[in-house]
């Protein structure tokens, strides 16, 4: 079993930036490919960045690349998420996920395992 918790979120101006952080309980943190997620209010919950176990491999979606950095110290159990340029329709919680399987990046909600409880991201226009 696997504890995640986010933080970091907040209210941020349009074109501001802010940095997500996930701490993960155990001690196989390494060994779990993560996964940021987001949910704006009446859409589902959708992929927004993932990284492998080693931080050698991202993948993102599309409209945030270039302005999101996902990276990872295994050494203290945390992934962050690094956002820039924000713009009001990334609103959303922003949630951290962990796949225990998978060597490659998944990008679907059915491939994560464990689950945090979500950090608000609020970009005001």
């Known amino acids: 079993q696997v504890r995640l918790v986010e933080s970091g979120g907040g209210l941020v101006q349009a074109g501001g930036s802010l940095r997500l952080s996930c701490v993960a309980s155990g001690r196989t943190f390494s060994s779990y490919t993560m996964g940021w997620f987001r949910q704006a209010p009446g859409k589902e919950r959708e992929f927004v960045a993932g990284?492998?176990?080693?931080?050698?491999?991202?993948d993102y979606k599309d409209s945030v690349k270039g302005r999101f950095t996902i990276s990872r110290d295994n050494a203290k159990n945390t992934v962050y998420l690094q956002m820039n340029s924000l713009k009001s329709e990334d609103t959303a919680v922003y949630y951290c996920?962990?796949?225990?399987?998978?060597?490659?990046?998944?990008?679907?909600?059915?491939?994560?395992?464990?689950w945090g409880q979500g950090t608000q991201v609020t970009v005001s226009s």
């Open positions: 996920a962990a796949d225990r399987r998978a060597a490659v990046v998944a990008v679907t909600i059915e491939e994560y395992d464990y």
């Open positions: 990284i492998n176990q080693s931080g050698g491999s991202t």
